[in-house]
């Protein structure tokens, strides 16, 4: 038995009935959506009886130096499928994408690890701070132009 | 003799060791002097043996635990590690003495001195084989319970001294509990007092033509349950918990303040089994031979030195209200059933003289045990469900729940 | 039922204490070393090393340094070259073995010791002189050849460099030498057989 | 009378006796009773993720080892499948014997410090940690006969593990299997039902299961809240497909329920090394793959597994090169701690160590 993923087409559907303007594309295997609409797509994925995201499995971080790309691993324990969300975030400056902390208390963590290393601000995150290096640290470790 | 002579009724009068060394001083020696002299060695001679014992006791300790731990122990020093303790020792000398900074050098220098002074001075009473005690006081057991409270206030004063928030924490903690188990631990002395007819340890061995581990089964759980916790020994050990508060009340020493801290433990060890041997043991007191009574004294601190090991080895510890718990709902009511038992038998069985024979204390015996196990079971009972019901004191702030998952839970 | 299981324990504890001990007392005792234990100093034939840095390039760390140069001494082997430095950084070694998986011709093996503790940083080097020297104890991680004959290295003899080779395997037959390790059907001990 | 109290900030680790490592929590207690928490981590962060980009494919297995280093053969395993995704490739099927029995056995030993060590911050003075270690260190030995370490591994490769095991390997392993019956038994009389442990531990910080849930909580931790998940049936990965076991699941999640999970998880584990023995058959144990291996440009691939902590993810991005364009670790551990708040406010100082150890995280995979 092997775990069901919920095409991204699917879930782009019903995004899009749920919260207009949210997706930006999809294809097989994940939807793409706005960074700042996360939080709200966080919530209906969360909250959907059908789609029922009551598991965040992890967020990864991307540098892909013309943009940043998060990718949120889903699950439903009671439904047994999984899914991917996925948002491009732009500039290198301040990037900014909607915290999904009050809708996955588990994103705490690696939400404030993103901002730390990849350096993604997270907006509506309660205590958005440095968690593996030292507050004053000169840059993000993670991203491509770091050496 | 030059005319001295001691007083065969005073306090030092009947030790036959100190009468022979003032009789020797006062050869060529005024009175007066041949007294203190005779005074101070034998003091000497006992702070070195209590010293001596302390560190027998730690080395001792370790191999025993390591073959409980099932491995070896220290074993670099001398045959079997023995000579560990003095290793130990000069290490601890010759480090740096460190005083943190903001502490009350005072207050914590003089932290060790009267912890190791006060264990010193409670030996003093205790009957190493027939006659030979430092003195034997008529009031030994008060005496006793006196001068070992001694360590509370010694170790609130470390606590407080080391300016150190763990120290505190072990400092509070130590204070709670040795306060709380000086009541049933004097409790369950006192039906030893009730049952011996004396406060005098030489007395109260004597006494026990049968050992009173068996005419008092309850008081002598209660005791080594008391003992236990007020040697800071698992499963009380909570003063100086080293998962939570690090070492205790004292964090913050090192060197040969260290040393002596370690020292008046393992020294306290020694001399809590001592008391035990001669408390519930029969002490001296053996099967053969009055002059072997050294002997059967050291067999039987060693069983309680052992039994303090065993059950250090083996039991986790329990939580500060837990033992709490313990003291006031189950060691409590123990101590009472035993005072109130041993009250009635002795007010029964006692001759017209107030004595007991040895048949009235197998009388009480044969009562006695029952009555142990079917308190101990009942208390037991009922301290399963006293002990266990640890409600949280403030809310917890939940995280974050966006509705429950349909998920079955089971 | 309350007190019994505590018993239980009390029970346990005093059974271990009639056990032996199952520690180790370290420099009296030893504990058994298996013959594929990646051991800290390297054991390294000249004879067989042609120079092709593979293990300097295919270490993690980048702590093998290789310095050749055109070889005079034997121009017919072509591909030979002489070594004139071969320095392993142990202090930053982290013994994963994958220089010994890298090496294509038996060359390079694992150490089978582990007391290599030094006062100096610089100690820690194993220099070419140190390789040349030493005796050739290898170990037999990731060396199936060396298991086949059942080599124990802390025991049996240093082995020399025409012991240590695959080259009676069929792999070696059906390639050329220098092809790059593939591992896998290189443990078919059946393979040995048909040399 | 009333007394006038204040709180009081203590900085717990990173240098504490039992902070699994330098863990460091600073808590404000009022008395003994904990009011506010804050886990500061850090300290032993390494960059693995950042070493990763710059190391080829099967270097990155020497990193994985040193993530949670009480579990390496697991790390390796998720690591290796995740590769493997990548290249859709898939191991022999002896590899994949292989790797499910250095996994469980690695369960076993990684289970086996995290109860020693949840009981030593109870306050038993070392005794179970050492009958603990007595049988982990077995395993060790297994493990050095496996692959020549003991801990850093580095046994499993993409496309299989580097080597067959010893033909002296078998026997040992049998011998194994056998005493550690007499010694887990021995450790479950000492340990499963004293009514001390009990006592310290039973209602003490339960996780209920919707937190558990909601913090991305996985692992024993999750199961003990009563929540029936384990990546090794939802999505079962090298052969555990092939062998049967059960999953233990806790009621409330208090410490004894997190406690006696991974109690139990061993006694499974020692089912599923049974079966693996029993059905392991000869063949390639690898696959012929060249040393330096480079996927398709684009390829992404999310690997997991069941680690003895929880959820373990390897999230490779590729860019056609020879190494990871990315490689996002997803670490049970790190995750597991976001419940710290809920475990601890409103305890006592003495249970705070304990729900932490109950936990059971391991700071190499916290920090990375």
Known sequence: ?147 | MNGCHLDPQGALGGNPLFALIFNVAAYVLPCWLAFVIAGLVIMLILINAVLLGAAIVSWGERRLLGRFQNRVGPNRWGPFGALQPIADLAKLITKEDIIPYGADRLAFTAVPVIMVASLLVATAVIPFAKDVALVDLNVGVLFILAVSSLTSIAIFTAGWASNNRYALFGAGRAVAVLISYEVPVVLSLLGVVIVAGSMSLGDIVVAQAVPFFLVQPLAFFVFLAGMSAELNRTPFDVAEAESEIIAGYHTEYSGIKFALIQAAEFGGALFVSGLIATLFLAGWAGPVADWLGWLWFLIKTFIGIFLFVWIRSTFPRLRLDQIMTVCWKFLMPLSFINLAVVTLEVYFLRDASGALSTADLWIMTAINIPVAVVSIAFFGWIIRQKVRDSSRTTAAASPVVRGVSTIEVG | MYGLEMAKGLLVTLTNLARKPFTTSYPEQRLKQHPRFRGEEFTWYEERCTGCASCAKYCPLGIIKIVTSPSETAPLQGDKYRLEVFDIELQRCMFCGLCVEACPYDALFMGSGFEEGQYKRTDLVISIDRLRQADKHPSTWFRPQLEGMEYKPGVSRPLGWREVGRENWRWHQREKAGMRLTGGNTNDRSAEDES | MTIRTEPMTVNVGPQHPSTHGVFRVRITFDGEDIVEVEPVLGYLHRGTEKLAEERNYVQVVTLTDRLDYTSSMINNQAYCLAVEQLLGIEPPPRGKYLRTLAAELQRIASHLIAVGFFVQELGAFGTPLMYTFRSRERILDLFEMLCGARITVSYMRPGGVFSDAPTDFWPALDQFLDDFEGELEEIENLLLNNEILMVRTRGVSPLPADVAINCSVSGPVLRASGINWDWRKMAPYDAYDQVEFDVPVGNTGDNYDRFWVRMQEVRQSLRIVRQCIAQIEPGPVRLELPMVLRAEPGAEAYGRVEASKGELGFFLVSDGGVSPYRCKIRSPSLINLTITEHLLLGWKLADMIVSLGSVDINMGEVDR
């Open chain 1, 1 to 147: 038995m092997t775990l069901a993923a919920i095409p991204g087409e699917t879930l782009a559907r019903r995004l899009q009935e749920a919260t207009p303007d949210a997706v930006v594309e999809w294809d097989d295997a994940a939807v793409w959506v706005r960074p700042e609409a996360m939080a709200s797509v966080a919530a209906f994925l969360h909250d959907d009886p059908d789609i029922d995201f009551a598991f965040l499995n992890a967020i990864s971080a991307i540098d892909f130096v013309e943009h940043f790309e998060l990718v949120y691993h889903l699950m439903s324990l009671a439904k047994e499928h999984t899914g991917v969300v996925r948002s491009r975030v732009y500039g290198r400056e301040e990037p900014t994408a909607a915290s999904v902390v009050n809708v996955w208390k588990g994103a705490d963590f690696q939400e404030r690890e993103i901002w730390d290393l990849m350096g993604i601000r997270f907006t509506g995150h309660p205590n958005m701070k440095r968690i593996m290096l030292w507050e004053g640290f000169d840059g993000h470790p993670l991203r491509k132009d770091f050496l």
